[in-house]
């Protein structure tokens, strides 16, 4: 009898089927003496849409709500039920006994294994391979320590709730306010409190006022040494009585200071951690602005294509104690172009015994994101995989560097009897900063921000005083500045607060905030650049520069939301009982029980709920289809007019941002216009026909070919041609149970 061997991707599968030598190709699959190896296309199969329960469904009447299923139905996606059929056809071969589950490492790649296996009702004995990287060496071992399937039985218990509570109170909670309001209104548990996080930030922005502050500073003119004013109480060098610093400068001006105390501190600084992915993706946005969504798609290839990289989808910062032997050969897998050096001093070095990046009780599915033992050829990477891969292997170069090693001089003077200090450090040992020595400042140190009262010192130099020594000749001017409100959301720190919410949970519930911290916070590490797009596709987010701001359909849909769907407690009360469920403490049944309750009051408060919906994008433009009046929509890359039927959904891109460079000041340039009329607009004021573009790329000879252009105008077409999501379609792609998908 032969193991049917079930991987989630094709990539993986090619992997695993030439390590365990099957090298046969069958029906949607590889086959060996021993083994047969067959995958998905991510899920094969998914939670049924509400038609398939009852037809009358498919209209989205008030009346039908609540939608609650006795039992969930499955169905075989339709793109991908080729592959569903050829997987299907493999499980029920007679010569296979057993089936071995090699989907991702995780709750939801145990659910994309589980829903094809319940689909098909296999019956047969199931294995589990848990592996966090696709290297020979790691599919080996994976295949040599298999476990009984049945020890996942209850995290496919905690996947499942997740994703059946999110289609009951998303589907339910997105029609009611649809239906009631006659617009696109979806909404759901992650969606909406990132929304509304982002509705806070901006008003702590509108309800900001500046204040003034001031300060002194005296510069010796012999010694260059230069002291900062201290309120001797609060220690604080700023002060906002302008009055009262003037009169310190009068009368402080043309005095000496005598030196009081001069203290030298030996000080140091732990490397950052290993990057997750969130932490990555946020790296990414500082440095290169990638969107959370390409910084994912980058690791996956880097993971799969090119096998240099561990499992991207990762919550943990830290290393289990089992990797730590496998470093040195890591080191030597990478250890070549820019990292040669940097990575051969650390192979010749003995390992710590216990290093702090390695944590056993600090990892839960996946360690941290680090090199494989694979070796890596730079030349076969793009340009972007290159960015990537760079930011990973310094940040795992820099935790094995000793700290970084600084003595830190601190002068305190006193210019009649007020403080003046003085501070400045001189690095002893850079330590884990030399890996990123040939980086700007800015990028070596996002780990390590200062305080604006720090950043004074840090640079300076201290020139070599004696304690009670005058310095006379002293030039005092009077400093000012504003304080500084807080700075509109970018992905990068959107990312950092769907991490984090805490800081916006209006309960106070220390428990949940502890949960949310634990388990990631809203949405996953997979989800979360999902969610984000979604928000733009939905038109409730948009772009100015690099900043992140709600839509006023956005602001209107917060006004209608039930509250509950507007606070991360909802995720958090949920994670605390799916992790419940997840280690067997916690019944199925009870969780959904109460899922269901909700659901029905979350409908009736939203039937219920006053308030109205008015679009404030109404433009004179007529839909071609149903000649309603069209709406003006911003997306992430592209302003649209959408028709404002949610039946029609009838769409037309107005311009989107290209590619193509402007020759005059090398900014993307804005594409408007259809046909031979479109017309290349940038921000400096330069305009260029299409066809005029053409020509001048192609007398360049360099850049964008015609051939580019061609396949970037079919490009064009084809997003064109596409339908926009209604509410519902908005919903279910969201709530899909794909490793990348939440709702």
Known sequence: MKSLIIAEKPSVARDIARVMKCSKPGNGCLEGSQYIVTWGLGHLVELADPEEYNPSYKQWKMEDLPMIPDSFKLTVIPKTSKQYSAVKTQIHRKDVG????????????????????????????????????????????????????????????????????????????????????????????????????????????????????????????????VLTWQNPVSKSTRSFDRQQMELLLNSLSGKPAQVEDIRSTPKKTMPPLLYDLTELQRDANKRFNYSAKETLNIMQRLYENHKVLTYPRTDSRYLTLDIVPTLKERLMACGTGP?????????????????????????????????????VQLDHMTVDERRIYDLVVRRFLAVMYPPCQYEQTSVTAKIQNETFIARGNVIKNPGWKEVYQTLAASDSDSDLESSDEEDLFCSRQIPSLKKGEVLPK?????????????????????????????????????????TLGETGGLGTVATRADIIEKLFSSFLLEKRGKDLFLTPKAKQLLQLVPEDLKKPELTADWEMRLFKIAKGTLKRSTFMEDIRNYSTALTSQIKTGEGTFRHDNLTNSKCPVCGKRMLAVKGKNSEMLVCQDRECNHRETICRTSNARCPVCRKK??????????????????????KAFQERRKKEGAGVSKKDVANYMNQQKKEAKEPLNNAFAQLLSGIQLEPHKES
């Not at 496919?156 to 059946?164: I, L, P, Q, T, V």
């Not at 006659?182 to 909406?192: E, F, I, P, W």
């Not at 479109?678 to 299409?690: A, N």
């Open 474 to 514: 002293l030039t005092l001017s009077l400093t000012q500045g504003k304080t500084k409100g807080p700075a509109p959301f970018n992905e990068a720190t959107l990312l950092s607060a769907m991490e984090n919410p805490a800081a916006y949970m209006e309960s106070g519930n220390r428990q949940m905030a502890q």
């Open 669 to 690: 340039m804005q594409l408007y216009g259809k046909g031979d009329s479109q017309i290349f607009v940038c921000s400096c004021g330069h305009k260029e026909k299409l």
């Open 98 to 225: 057993e089936i071995i589950i090699a989907t991702d490492a995780g709750r939801e790649g145990e659910l994309v294994a589980r829903l094809i296996l319940k689909k098909t009702g296999c019956h047969k004995p199931v294995k589990r391979l848990w592996i966090s990287s696709v290297t020979d060496k790691a599919i080996w071992e994976g295949f040599s320590h298999l476990k009984d399937g049945k020890e996942y039985d209850c995290l496919y218990d905690a996947a499942m709730c997740r994703a059946e509570a999110d289609w009951l109170v998303g589907i339910n909670a997105t029609r009611a306010l649809t239906c009631k309001y006659n617009a696109n209104l979806s909404c759901g548990r992650v969606q909406t409190p990132t929304l509304a996080m982002i509705a806070k930030r901006e008003k702590a922005i509108r309800d900001f006022v500046p204040q003034s502050y001031y300060g002194l500073q005296a510069k010796s003119m012999s010694s260059g040494l």
């Open 339 to 375: 990292y040669k050096q940097l990575a051969g001093r650390l192979i010749h070095q003995p390992l710590p015994k216990n290093p702090f990046y390695a944590d056993n009780n600090k990892v839960s599915d996946h360690h941290a994101i680090i090199p494989t033992e694979q070796f």
